[in-house]
């Protein structure tokens, strides 16, 4: 076989093999110590002196020709197994991606939202109050001093700062009321939704974290009639023109009269929303309001309470387990 044939059949081998171990094989076949174009190496010493340069020369050549050759396949065929290994590497998401929800409000976000356009709709604005509160905006404004019994039944978690003064996570959002009459004249139609503390261990129908909304007005001439007309509107606003409201005399040191109120349910049942009463002229006089010639009343009530009712929900927990399977029904 003559050179020509051989680099030939090198480069065609080269070209068509199939992976990189056959390349291998081939490289070593004509390449190689043992391979061809070694032999063909070994027989020059045989030549003629004057033929011998030439020959080498041309042998030198086709090795240059048939490396080439297989070095190019070698490129192609790692090229092919490098694409090979990231197709079969590469996930796979269209699955995933067919399964995608579209992510919504938690739920007690959205009652929050809606209790809030249904008071800007009722002509109240939206304040808001810090978490860390004093014991002043906490109890003494709203009228209880310290040695006051209801001061226990707020089960206050206390903040170690090492103030002078007491300092605690608010337990309720009454204190925006205080915060609000300090800084606004009269007339004042406010709702204040907001996160609230107490020691409560969580159970079915406790959270130590949860939520509540404020409502505070304080104008010319108003009395529990506007109190009791103003929570029914709401309550139909918020639950259904058949939703009734009553309110039952209760006790609550911000306000005189105070009252709970209650919502109907369609079984005929009443279920127990919220506090509320006029103001307590101690404290309109502690945010600097003239109890003589303004008046008000104000409500509080839970709003993740209000989410578990309106939702029917067994356990108030399931509000923060943060179960996606749980939150994405609502
Ligand atoms: N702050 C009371 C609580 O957390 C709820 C409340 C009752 C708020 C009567 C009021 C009110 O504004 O007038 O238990």
New binding site residues.
Partial sequence: MDVQQLIDEASEAAATAADLDALVEIDRRFLGKKGEFAARKKQLGALDPSERKAAGQALNDAIGTVSAAVEARRGVLAADAEALRLADERLDLTESLTELQRGHLHLVTQARDRLEDVFVGMGFTVAEGPEVESAWYNFEALNIPEWHPARGSFDTIFVDLGEPEEVMLR????PV?IRTMENTEPPIYIVAPGRTFRTDTADATHLPAFN?I??LVVDRGIGLGDLAGTIDSFVKAFFGREVKTRLRPSY?P??EP?AEFDISTPAGDWLEL????VVHPNVLANCGIDPEEWSGF????GIDRLAVMRYQLDDIRELVNNDVRFLRQF
């Fill in positions: 337990s309720h959002t009454s009321q509540q404020e409502g609550f911000f306000t105070s919220g506090g509320c009463g104000a409500f509080g009530f």
